[in-house]
């Protein structure tokens, strides 16, 4: 049984108290009440007994093998289901905070990648200008060459004259 039908389910049991306005019900009743399985109806009462939503009031031995337990609604969980919106409100809230996390750790792999990226970007345009700069040396070392030719080729045609 999946998380929202379980708490579906013990929203229901918690609402099986309200609407019968009964001060002790039997896991048996509340199962043919809501017609949903014995055992299914057994846990989820036993969990709501432990976050004290409902007390445990009185256990019937009905067999050798099974013990019938009687319930009642507790104040905390009459304030659970009506005030708070039940376990079904519980679940929605729990999900939203899911989804929360779930796209801020996405938020910080986007932002991680952006940022790695521009480094990327940024190292390939220092590659570039290292390049520029090197063909500007280039270029420049060979002005030098050509204007130490010229310096030489000048100075040979005035000694010629």
């Known amino acids: 049984m ?4 379980k708490a579906k389910v013990s929203d229901l049991i918690l609402k099986c108290f309200i609407d019968l306005d009964n001060v002790g019900l039997s896991c048996e009743d509340i199962s043919k009440e809501l017609n949903i399985e014995y055992d299914i109806i057994n846990t989820i009462a036993d969990k709501l007994i432990y976050d004290k ?9 009905i067999s050798k093998f099974k013990n019938e337990k009687i319930v009642a609604l507790l104040p905390k969980g009459r304030y659970f ?14 999900i939203k905070r899911q989804i929360w996390v779930i796209a801020k750790i996405i938020t910080a792999i986007l932002n ?27 270029r420049d ?21």
């Open 53 to 61: 939503y409902l007390e445990n009031v009185a256990d019937v031995k």
């Open 112 to 138: 991680a990648t952006a940022i790695l990226l521009l480094a990327y970007w940024n190292i390939s345009e220092i590659r570039k200008y290292d390049n520029l700069e090197k063909i500007l040396i280039d």
């Open 2 to 5: 999946n998380k929202k039908r």
């Open 141 to 161: 070392s060979m002005i030098f060459e050509l204007n130490e030719k010229l310096n030489k080729l000048d100075t040979l045609k005035m000694n010629d004259y």
């Open 81 to 94: 289901l009506n005030q708070e919106g039940g376990s079904i409100s519980s679940h929605n809230k729990y």
